[in-house]
C-alpha cells in the first residue's frame, strides 16, 4: 500500500519551503495539485519534475475514489494547494477522510498556513482561539455572526480583498464598534502588512485605502 503526504506550500515568499517538503515530493510517485499552473510555477523554481495532476474542490468528488485506489495499489503521493497548508480552507479533507477511513497513512507536514502569523501578529490573545475560515457569503451569514457576537475567545477569518469592506461593517454591527480587529494582508510578500485597531478604525482605514491581496482577519472575543 502507497502512502498520502499533505505538504503545505509558500503563501508569498517561495523559500517558505521546508527541506523535507521538497525531498518528499521529488521522490512521489504523483503530485496531486490545485492548480496545476500555480503549483507548476513552484516545482519548477525548485527544478522537481515528479508528475502533477488536477485535484481542486471542482472534481475532488469525482476523483477520490480513483485516486485511494491508486494508493492501495501502490503509489505514494502528494497532496499541495495553491498556498498554504491542503485543507485548511483548501481541497484535501475529503481524500484525507477517504484514506484514513481505508486504513492509508496520512501525514501532513508542518510549514506555511496564513492565519498563524497572522494571529501571532495581531498581539490578540493567542492561548485560545477559534478558526472560522470564511464566514458565509448569504445563507446563514447572521446567524452565524450572532452566534460568534458572544464567543469570548479569538476569532481568525480569511476574507477576500473585495468583501473585506462588508465584512468589517458587519463586524461594527454584530461585534461592536470598539472590538479589537487586526487585518493582516500578503503576509511573507514585499508589501505585507498589519492593520490594528477598533473594528470602526480599521473600516475607516480600508474605506480611505481599498484592500489588495490575500487577507486574514482576527478579532478580539467578547469581554
Do not use: W
Amino acid at each position: 500500500m502507497g502512502k498520502l503526504y499533505l505538504i503545505p506550500t509558500p503563501i508569498g515568499n517561495l523559500e517558505d519551503m521546508t527541506f523535507r517538503s521538497l525531498r518528499i515530493l521529488k521522490e512521489v510517485d504523483v503530485i496531486l495539485a490545485e492548480d496545476t499552473r500555480t503549483s507548476g510555477k513552484l516545482l519548477q523554481h525548485y527544478e522537481i519534475v515528479t508528475p502533477m495532476q488536477p485535484h481542486h474542490m471542482h472534481n475532488e468528488h469525482k476523483t477520490v475514489d480513483a485516486v485511494v485506489k491508486r494508493i492501495q495499489a501502490g503509489e505514494t503521493m502528494a497532496l499541495i494547494s495553491d498556498a498554504g497548508t491542503p485543507a485548511i480552507s483548501d481541497p484535501g479533507f475529503l481524500l484525507t477522510r477517504a484514506c484514513v477511513d481505508r486504513g492509508i497513512e496520512v501525514d501532513c507536514l508542518p510549514g506555511a498556513t496564513a492565519f498563524v502569523p497572522a494571529l501571532v501578529n495581531s498581539a490578540l490573545p493567542n492561548d485560545r482561539f477559534v478558526f472560522e475560515g470564511f464566514l458565509p457569503p448569504k445563507k446563514g451569514r447572521q446567524t452565524r455572526l450572532k452566534i460568534l457576537a458572544e464567543e469570548n475567545r479569538t476569532m481568525v477569518f480569511y476574507e477576500s480583498p473585495y468583501k473585506l469592506l462588508k465584512t468589517l461593517i458587519d463586524f461594527v454591527s454584530y461585534f461592536g464598534a470598539d472590538r479589537p480587529v487586526s487585518v493582516s494582508r500578503e503576509l511573507s510578500k514585499l508589501y505585507e502588512e498589519t492593520v490594528r485597531g477598533s473594528a470602526e478604525e480599521v473600516l475607516r482605514h480600508y474605506s480611505d485605502k481599498p484592500p489588495k491581496g490575500e487577507i486574514v482577519v482576527v478579532v478580539g472575543g467578547k469581554k
